[in-house]
């Protein structure tokens, strides 16, 4: 068996490598002058298990999957089982509006043309594995999230909104800590109000916990309410980073302690690592 990585997910790549103890394939990955990308497999991984791994985000990250996978094929491996750290497009989930792709559907079908299974790290919906042609699985990286956020002393764990309360229970199961979610509540046409459902955050230290970060717009009016509560100290964490628009700025000024991410997209603020949770998954669902 052996692992190959893209260029988007190095370090997990790296972890999955010691955690299962399994080598690194080499590779050539470079770009030509028109920004074109080369790939080739230096070791012989025919009739091997291939592990590739690659977070599809940006969107050139897509097609250096794509490349990687037809590497692969071509190599002639046994088996290729793709790891999507942080699968891309995974909120465009459906027609919002006519006219419009799904395109985490034809991002999915795309994937399973050349491999035999694919896992994903805490999708945006779980309904998403159903457009992958192929058997799909997720694992979760609250628990590790849940196990950093541990040694902060939290007084309780919140979710940004009902549909991400899951996810804050189970970190809450793991802290040993109440839990809650942030309800919002229209006063009029132009004022929404939002606070904590049923905690009071008075002087309490609060984790806000959400599968992406983006834009940090919602984190950043939860954290202003929680302020305005009296929270003594608000982190905020999540397993996808994507930190775009100046959302670590939005995040900051609104009073928040500190950020947490995984590493599923490299940034600044990885202090947890999701190879764990991956290997997991993985080894229940190898051969």
């Not at 690194?24 to 074109?36: M, N, W």
């Not at 250096?64 to 094929?73: M, S, T």
Request: aromatic share 6%.
């Amino acid at each position: 068996m052996y692992i190959l990585g893209g260029t988007s997910s190095k370090a997990i790549t790296e972890d999955l490598s010691k955690e299962l103890d399994q080598p690194l394939a080499r590779t050539t990955l470079k770009r030509f002058p028109d920004d074109e990308l080369y790939v080739r497999i230096l070791d012989n991984i025919e009739g091997e298990e291939v592990i590739i791994v690659q977070t599809t985000y940006p969107d050139k990250n897509i097609v250096e999957l794509l490349l990687i996978q037809d590497a692969v094929y071509e190599a002639g491996a046994k088996k290729a089982t793709v790891i999507l750290p942080y699968f891309g497009y995974s909120r465009q989930d459906k027609k919002f509006e006519e006219g419009e792709p799904i395109s985490a559907r034809a991002i999915a079908e795309h994937i399973s043309l050349h491999a035999g299974c694919i896992i994903t790290v805490d999708p945006h919906k779980e309904h998403l594995l159903k457009f992958f042609n192929i058997p799909a699985y997720s694992c979760s990286a609250v628990s590790e999230i849940a196990k950093y956020l541990k040694e902060k002393d939290i007084d309780f764990v919140l979710a940004p909104d009902k549909g991400a309360m899951e996810r804050a229970q189970h970190a809450s199961d793991i802290i040993g800590c109440e839990y809650d979610y942030m309800e919002k509540t229209r006063i009029d046409g132009k004022t929404v109000k939002i606070k904590p459902k049923n905690l009071d955050a008075s002087n309490k230290k609060v984790a806000i916990i959400d599968d992406i970060i983006s834009t940090g717009g919602t984190m950043a009016k939860a954290i202003k309410e929680l302020k305005r509560q009296g929270a003594k100290e608000i982190s905020v964490a999540c397993t996808h980073g994507l930190f775009v628009g100046g959302a670590k700025e939005k995040i900051i000024s609104a009073g928040c302690n500190e950020i947490i991410s995984t590493d599923t997209i490299k940034n600044e603020f990885s202090k947890v690592r999701a190879a764990p949770c991956i290997s997991e998954v993985l080894l229940k669902n190898l051969h």
